[in-house]
C-alpha cells in the first residue's frame, strides 16, 4: 500500500490482486504461478480456473479472481477501439483481436455494419472448445435481420496459433456467403485470430 502500483513488480501486483492480509506469502503464491507460465503474462491469461488450481496454493477462488482480472481488462481494451468504418480488414482486425486474443477456447462472432460500413453492433454466436466451435446459420442472421444489417464481418480464434484456415471454416464461410445472399445480407470477410495475427478470407480470395 506505500507503493504506487505503476512502480510494483507483477508478481506483486498479482499478490494484491489474490489476497492483501498476508503480502510476502501471496507474493511468493504470485511468483510460483508466474514461473509456471514462464512469466509470460498472455499465457497465463488463456488459463482455464482448472489449470490455474494447485499452483502453488491457488484455490478455485483465487483462480475465479485471476481470471476475472483478465475478463475486465479484456472489456477494457474493448472499450477503448473506437467504432470506425471498416475499410480493410486490418480495421476489422483491430476492433474484434482485444475480443479474440488470449483465450483457451475458440469463440464465434460477428461485426454488423450498416449501409456506410460503420459497425453497428458486435455479437458473440457461439463459444466452444480448443478445436472448434457450433455456428448455427438461424442465429447468425436473426439479429442481423432485426436490426436491419447491410453487411457483416465474421470472425473466430484458433488458440493454437494457427492463422491458416481448416477445410471447416472454408466449407463454413461458403455456407454463410450463400445464405447471405439470399437475404440480402453480404458476408464481406471471414477473419481468423491469433495472438500472432490473423487471416483475411477476402484478402486471400476466398469470399
Known amino acids: ?5 505503476r512502480n510494483l513488480t507483477d508478481a506483486q501486483l498479482l499478490a494484491v490482486v489474490i489476497g492483501s492480509n498476508n503480502p510476502q506469502r501471496y507474493i511468493d503464491m504470485a511468483e510460483g504461478v508466474l514461473n509456471a507460465y514462464g512469466h509470460n503474462l498472455r499465457l497465463l491469461g488463456r488459463q482455464t480456473e482448472g489449470s490455474l488450481v494447485g499452483h502453488d496454493g491457488i484455490s478455485p477462488q483465487k483462480a475465479k479472481i485471476i481470471l476475472s482480472m483478465y475478463e475486465l481488462a479484456r472489456r ?12 480493410t480488414s486490418a480495421d476489422a482486425f483491430n476492433i474484434m ?4 486474443t488470449d483465450l483457451p477456447h475458440e469463440e464465434f462472432w460477428i461485426l454488423h455494419l450498416n449501409r456506410a460500413s460503420r459497425v453497428i453492433k458486435h455479437e458473440r454466436i457461439s463459444i466452444g472448445g480448443v478445436s472448434g ?19 457483416m464481418i465474421v470472425a473466430h480464434n484458433h488458440p493454437s496459433g494457427n492463422t491458416e484456415p ?4 472454408i466449407d463454413l464461410t461458403i455456407r454463410l456467403k450463400e445464405a447471405g445472399k439470399m437475404l440480402d445480407i453480404s458476408v464481406i470477410d471471414h477473419l ?9 478470407f477476402a484478402d486471400n480470395y476466398l469470399l
Open 76 to 87: 477494457i481494451n474493448k472499450e477503448d477501439v473506437p467504432t470506425e468504418k471498416i475499410g
Open 97 to 100: 483481436r482485444s475480443v479474440l
Open 133 to 151: 466451435t457450433v455456428v448455427d446459420m438461424k442465429i447468425v442472421f436473426r439479429e442481423a435481420l432485426n436490426i436491419g444489417t447491410c453487411s
Open 1 to 5: 500500500m506505500n507503493f504506487n502500483p
Open 166 to 169: 481448416s477445410k471447416a471454416d
Open 192 to 200: 481468423i485470430i491469433t495472438d500472432n495475427g490473423y487471416y483475411s
